[in-house]
């Protein structure tokens, strides 16, 4: 595992006892200066913690607002991490049948979940990710990773309104996309906890600075390239 600070040979089999998942710290190679720690950090939906029963829940509509909310997000952030372990497969594939292309990821989430309720929204859509199929070309909050840009991004993290909202959901995407890409390259069950996010903006923040035409995901394609899991001790 190239980049990798993993000492995990018995480590990784004892884990696999107590838990499934391994809850990691990162390092972003060749991110510069620790600037203020302002990024959106959205814990509503932690990967790790978010459990199939509780997605299943709130995809019933008859469920409070609050849990239908919280799968929307889980929506949007499956989303993100299929296209991150596409792009790290070389299998990412878009259609421009948004509704139908979610439709079947969701299923197949929902598929997996139905049998394995207590496991969590990691697991699911690893698990997805396994039979790859094509994403939806535009997001649920309206931007398309291939043609929204790092200076629209830039732009709309310094604005306000509905160009900040969607720079704030680019955001979580983006966090979303490298969880994706970690575990394909490295482990699946390796998992970057929410805590980690703000390195990952900080990230995308900077480099995008610096490559205002590049998209959002070409962009955050080449940070997920960068990122090198650190396990806690």
């Known amino acids: 595992m190239p980049g990798a600070q993993r000492n995990d040979t018995v480590g990784m089999t004892s884990l696999a006892y107590k838990s499934s998942f391994l809850p990691i710290s990162v390092l972003i ?13 959205d814990r509503r939906i932690e990967d790790a913690r978010y459990a199939c029963t509780t997605f299943i829940d709130g995809e019933d509509k008859s469920k409070r607002k609050k ?12 989303v993100g991490f299929l296209t991150g372990a596409y792009e790290a497969d070389a299998v990412l594939e878009f259609s421009e049948d948004e509704g139908d292309a979610e439709s079947v990821v969701i ?6 979940c139905e049998e394995n309720r207590d496991n969590s929204i990691h697991a699911a ?7 790859p199929k094509p994403l939806p070309a535009s997001t649920a909050v309206g931007f398309d990773p291939r043609q929204y840009s790092c200076g629209a991004y830039s732009e709309g993290r310094d604005g306000r309104g509905d160009a900040r909202s969607r720079a704030e959901a680019a955001e979580f995407w983006a966090f979303a996309f490298v969880q994706g ?18 390195k990952i903006v900080r990230a995308l923040k900077q480099s995008c600075a610096r490559n205002p035409t590049r998209t959002l995901l070409d962009q955050t394609a080449e940070i997920a390239t960068r990122v090198r899991p650190l396990p806690e001790r």
């Not at 190679?29 to 950090?41: E, F, K, Q, V, Y």
């Not at 299923?107 to 997996?112: A, D, L, Q």
């Not at 859509?125 to 039979?131: E, M, Y």
């Open 29 to 41: 190679t060749g991110l510069i200066a620790p600037n203020p720690a302002d990024a959106i950090s």
């Open 125 to 131: 859509a690893v698990w997805t990710g396994a039979s």
């Open 67 to 78: 849990d239908i909310d919280r799968a929307r997000l889980a929506r949007f952030w499956l």
């Open 181 to 198: 890409t970690v575990s394909v390259r490295h482990h699946p069950r390796l998992v970057i906890s929410v805590a980690n996010k703000r």
């Open 107 to 112: 299923s197949r989430v929902k598929e997996y």
